[in-house]
């Protein structure tokens, strides 16, 4: 039988990770001939989530969890779950039951049908700030545009994914992480299933907007360098206007002689070439800050403790019979 692992990070969800458990086995105990993993990696969570959880582990043979030695952020929790995720598949969810687990089945149909990332997109925000849906969709347009992978707006990190993709992701080991990218960029067969977002059960959202914009950030600089190339096309044109301003300058100077005017306009250019300039070093220092932490080259994470699943791989039919 094949062994499907779910892969669920959890940071302070002690409100909620009793119910997705409950909810979860439901929905695993009506899909037959596979065997399951659930992979809880408590991301240094500082209330009560990781004893939640060890309690459930003794009770149920197929639970296996991590507990990372602080909090790293889901980016960094979800690679954790990767290297130690033991399944043909992995699905991925989060644990606050914003990703229903009533489509899994429908992930593994896919899936058995040969698709490596069956991916599920959310067709409603329910309960989501409108502010928050349209800085977001703004984002994605302007990401679009200057990436030249496919990444989804509405298809986040409740997907299956193929050991053959969990293998690649596992391969792309930098610390700054944007995880919805890297999904595109190793490639594989994709199928696009819908779903309908829920609010969270319980509990409150662990993303602020400094965390989202931090995050919108590593989504731009670690999947383009286009921000470095606007510097050089902006420095260019702005050479260029000035030149031919220089020519008509010295011709009217010629012409009508000097005179003391034209403060203003001097004035707005210094200040607008300033502005430009403070920003291009901005952009370049982004980068470099990027590369700095990339050069230092530090594992991911540290893991605390590790307990793994209980459950002995049943021998498959075959084995059975030949035995
Ligand atoms: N999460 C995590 N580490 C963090 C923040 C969040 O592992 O530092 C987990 C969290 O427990 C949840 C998932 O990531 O399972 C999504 O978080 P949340 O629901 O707060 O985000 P939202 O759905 O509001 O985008
Ligand atoms: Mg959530």
Redesign the pocket.
Known sequence: MKLITIL??????EEVVGQFYKQVSQVLENIPFYNFELLF?????KDN?LNIIKKYAEEDSRISYINLSR????EI??SAGFDYAKGDAVVI????L?HPPEIIPEMIRWWEKGFDDVYAKRIKRKGEPWLKKLTSKMYYKLLQKTTNIPILPDA??FRLLDCRCVNAIKQLRESQRYTKGMYSWVGFNKKEIEYEAAP?AA?????NYS?LIELALEGITSFTTFPLRLSSILGFSISILSFIYLVFIIIKTLVYGADTSGYPSMMVIILFLGGIQLISLGIIGEYLGRIFIETKNRPLYFIDEYGSMKVEQKENEYDKRTL
């Open positions: 669920v990070p959890a940071y302070n969800e990696i408590n991301d240094g969570s989530t909090n790293y952020g889901k929790a979800m969810m989060d644990a606050d914003q986040g990190d969270r509990g409150e959202t662990k993303w965390r």
